[in-house]
T-cell receptor, first 112, second 115 residues
Framework: ETGVTQSPTHLIKTRGQQVTLRCSSQSGHNTVSWYQQALGQGPQFIFQYYREEENGRGNFPPRFSGLQFPNYSSELNVNALELDDSALYLC???????????FGPGTRLLVL | AQTVTQSQPEMSVQEAETVTLSCTYDTSESDYYLFWYKQPPSRQMILVIRQEAYKQQNATENRFSVNFQKAAKSFSLKISDSQLGDAAMYFCAYRSADNNNDMRFGAGTRLTVKP
């Protein structure tokens, strides 16, 4: 059974650019959650997708958007990148909304 | 809003000894879940243990156990017979049973294991 995977592992962008991060959920999981983890801090909830619909959002601006596909994989898009967007972006999948979340290895984004 | 506090930024333990990591949380809800996750240098968050608030019995997973004090809103993690591979950042996390999409994390405790 394959766990949660994320791509790319590392990414460097410049301020103002747009970025797309990808996440493949664990087999059988229909829920994907995205988190931003700044250096030295705990993860912060961005949003969650359940069966292709957004199912809750944290305190992030609209330039953070997402998508979930019929196979339950997911994308996180960030427009108009800012320096403060530099962070580790974690994706977690779960069997359903109320089940335990299992994390991928993350994508390290650096905005210059 | 629910908050999670980990008051120990760093902890150290001798190999084979026992260490306890502290976590407190603030909530007005009665039904929720608590978690401990481990994040080694590889960055991947690994679930260590999970506790349902309605269960009075403390969760245990091999060398890992929790002391869940609901009234005190405390959720500490005890690691017995510490191993070098236990060295990592440990995060305590809270999730409401009603609003189950938003998991709140503490700032983490960095655990060092000395040989």
């Amino acid at each position: 059974e394959t766990g949660v995977t994320q791509s790319p592992t590392h990414l460097i962008k410049t301020r103002g650019q747009q970025v797309t991060l990808r996440c493949s959920s664990q087999s059988g999981h229909n829920t994907v959650s995205w988190y931003q983890q700044a250096l030295g801090q705990g993860p912060q909830f961005i949003f969650q997708y359940y069966r292709e619909e957004e199912n809750g959002r944290g305190n992030f601006p609209p330039r953070f958007s997402g998508l979930q596909f019929p196979n339950y994989s997911s994308e996180l898009n960030v427009n108009a990148l800012e320096l403060d967007d530099s962070a580790l972006y974690l994706c977690a999948s779960s069997l359903s909304r109320a089940e335990t979340q299992y994390f991928g290895p993350g994508t390290r984004l650096l905005v210059l | 809003a629910q908050t999670v506090t980990q008051s120990q930024p760093e902890m150290s333990v001798q190999e084979a000894e026992t260490v306890t990591l502290s976590c407190t949380y603030d909530t007005s809800e009665s039904d929720y879940y608590l978690f401990w996750y481990k994040q080694p240098p590889s960055r991947q968050m690994i679930l260590v243990i999970r506790q349902e608030a309605y269960k009075q019995q403390n969760a245990t997973e091999n060398r890992f156990s929790v002391n869940f004090q609901k009234a005190a809103k405390s959720f500490s993690l005890k690691i017995s017979d510490s191993q070098l591979g236990d060295a990592a950042m440990y995060f305590c996390a809270y999730r409401s049973a009603d609003n189950n999409n938003d998991m709140r994390f503490g700032a983490g405790t960095r655990l060092t294991v000395k040989p």
